[in-house]
């Protein structure tokens, strides 16, 4: 079951990398689609073994919607419900997660400023609305607001519920890491339009699903990436998942809501 070609549709949305303005060649690696997950489709599919060969740095979540994951330097790490951050070992599953390599083409100092302004500074950089970004920021925090989920239990809900369930963390003087993406929005359905952040501390003792921040100082760099591969579930819970139709505004309550 979990032999990964045996497992797995691909499916290849891709420009001619070495042609390309940005030219980067770089893949982001993506698991399931985040209208599945809003779906409920929380079983896992690619082991953490299998990711890891496609990428040292992103996000995602876990087999049952155990936790947020964040992906830094080729370590991963599980940020449960109760805040505990645990690494990740290769034989737990993921339900839905974006990896890359990441090899920065940009990169930026920031000062003090809330997240809405380092999103809006870093769009600025932007070199096409057309492709997608792995974002990582660096920096001394004085605030974070960051969530996790619980486990949740079969038979599975969807995320707009199993979110009503989460833990919001608040986190302050931290220095640590936001490590995401930035989605052009023609692939809402597939990902989350715009940015999707993710937060871990230096100490790799707190993060989550990052809701808002206030940096103190830090910096921000930028990797280009056209080539975008994804990974279909070849589970149940994919099959039966109904994407058809879907609410893609409800995408962006769940993952962007910034208050409690
Ligand atoms: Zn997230």
């Known amino acids: 079951m979990r032999h990964f070609i045996e497992t797995v549709a691909i499916l290849l949305i891709m420009s001619m990398p070495i042609c390309s303005p940005a030219g980067s060649g770089d893949v982001l690696f993506q698991v399931s689609t985040i209208s599945a997950l809003m779906d409920g489709a929380f079983d896992g599919s690619v082991a953490f ?34 805040g505990s951050v645990h ?27 809330n997240m809405t302004e380092v999103e809006r500074s870093l769009e600025e950089l932007l070199p096409t609305r057309n492709i997608f970004y792995a974002i990582r920021i660096d920096g001394t925090f004085s605030h974070v607001r960051a969530r ?36 052009p ?26 809701l808002d921040f206030h940096l103190t100082n830090g910096s921000a760099s ?17 099959r039966r998942a109904e994407l058809e139709g879907m609410d893609l505004e409800a995408t962006k309550d769940v993952e962007n809501v910034r208050t409690g």
């Not at 690494?87 to 400023?113: C, I, Q």
């Not at 949740?152 to 963390?169: C, E, G, K």
């Not at 302050?172 to 930035?182: D, E, L, R």
């Not at 359905?189 to 989550?208: C, K, M, Q, S, W």
């Open 87 to 113: 690494e990740v070992n290769d034989s737990m599953l993921t339900p839905f997660a974006d990896v890359t390599f990441f090899d920065p083409d940009d990169a930026v100092a920031l000062s003090s400023s």
């Open 222 to 238: 930028i990797d280009y990436t056209d080539i975008f591969m994804m990974v279909l579930p070849a589970n149940e819970g994919f």
């Open 49 to 82: 073994g299998d990711l890891k060969k496609h990428g040292d740095f992103g996000l995602g979540t876990f087999d049952a919607l155990d936790g947020e994951m964040v992906g830094l330097d080729g370590r991963f790490y599980q940020v449960r419900a109760d």
């Open 148 to 183: 996790s989920v619980p486990a949740q239990i079969r038979p599975y809900t969807n995320l707009t519920i199993a979110v009503t369930n989460q833990s919001i963390f608040e986190l302050y003087n931290q220095s640590g890491t936001a490590v995401g993406f930035w989605t």
């Open 185 to 210: 929005s023609y692939a809402s359905g597939l990902n989350v339009p715009g940015y999707h952040l993710h937060f871990i501390n230096d100490e790799r003792t707190a993060g989550g699903h990052l």
